[in-house]
């Protein structure tokens, strides 16, 4: 900007604010919102409609050790990079429906409220969007980590979506109902085996298992993206000439793992094998121009990724009408 371009701007500037600032009827006092507005998106794939679902952020603090191979600094320099404060990750979590048309597909299940207080609203914003929880035909699980999976369950043990079938993946249900898995884990992790038998063992006979790479609904294909937990799976969804790639848990906040693919958290179970999928991931959105969606991405969760440097970058869809 020229010194007069400047100069005229921030004349302009204040002749606005001058303007904003003439007398008025004041109106009567407004009470301060406590909540934000509803977090369901919509957009076509297609002939399908697609509507993300939010469930919350959660603010996670995280320390040196987060990474395995950054330093708290470089993490801390990407969290400032993207305006965001250091030694804490906000974790998002949007679950993806898919209306066929002829079927409710609802890809994993929210938190329940059971992870952080603000996280568990996919209930509310699932009612916003109009749809009954017993109108969900089919439920879609990418991996059995608490986040993905407690919606499927309140915290008395009652179902959510009363006349959903469950379909989940079988190296994961094989990985995490293991018992001799189980007792080789201790802490956070082992506390996930508990929760896996708690959402399922008493469901068993309900939920069906699906080699990843198989269709699992009409226009969904399952695509297997292992390591960051043993039978992590990811989607593709196609209507008409369209498609859509679901990530699930291959890259998660954009900030750090788009930007950084090679980055390795201590939750990704094994760090090599999942920064190689999640590298092989985002080259293929990138070189085939695929719209895409993950759980941990800013809401809408759904956006383009353009190669950049060494790493790649999110381009958010923008909020529009149908
Ligand atoms: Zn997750």
């Not at 992870?115 to 749809?131: P, Q, R, S």
Request: aromatic letters at 10%; one cysteine or more.
């Amino acid at each position: 900007m020229s010194a007069l371009s400047r100069r005229s701007f921030l004349t302009s500037s204040v002749l606005m604010a001058g303007a904003a600032a003439l007398p008025r009827q004041a109106s009567a006092a407004a009470p301060l919102a406590r909540t934000q507005g509803p977090g369901a998106y919509r957009t076509k794939l297609g002939d399908y409609q697609l509507t993300a679902l939010y469930d919350g952020t959660w603010y996670l603090p995280i320390d040196d050790k987060f990474m395995r191979n950054a330093s708290g600094a470089e993490v801390n320099a990407a969290l400032a990079a993207a305006f965001l404060p250091p030694r804490v990750l906000p974790v998002t979590f949007t679950a993806l429906l898919v209306n066929t048309g002829s079927r409710l597909v609802l890809i994993d299940t929210g938190t329940a409220g059971q992870i952080a207080d603000t996280a568990g609203v996919l209930l509310d914003n699932l009612k916003a969007a109009g749809v009954a929880p017993s109108a969900i035909d089919t439920i879609v699980i990418s991996h059995f980590h608490p986040d993905h999976i407690d919606g499927i369950k309140t915290k008395d043990g009652a179902k959510v979506f009363p006349n959903a079938e469950i379909l989940v993946p079988e190296p994961e249900w094989t990985f995490w109902m293991d018992d001799a898995n189980m007792g080789r884990y201790r802490g956070a992790v082992h506390k996930y085996f508990l929760n896996a038998r708690r959402i399922f063992s008493d469901i068993a006979g309900e939920v069906h298992r699906f080699k990843p790479g198989a269709e699992v609904a009409p226009g969904i294909i399952s695509l297997p993206a292992y390591g960051h937990t043993p039978g992590h799976t990811a989607f593709s969804v196609h209507s008409g000439k369209e498609s859509l790639l679901v990530m699930s848990d291959t890259v998660r906040n954009p900030y750090l793992f788009v930007r950084h693919p090679d980055w390795q958290p201590i939750f990704d179970m094994d760090g090599p094998v999942a920064s190689k999928a999640r590298r092989a991931m985002l080259a293929r959105a990138a070189a085939d121009r695929m719209l895409v969606e993950a759980y941990h991405f800013p809401f809408p969760a759904c956006g383009h990724i353009v190669k950049n440097g060494a790493g790649f970058e999110l381009e958010p869809v923008m909020w529009a009408p149908l």
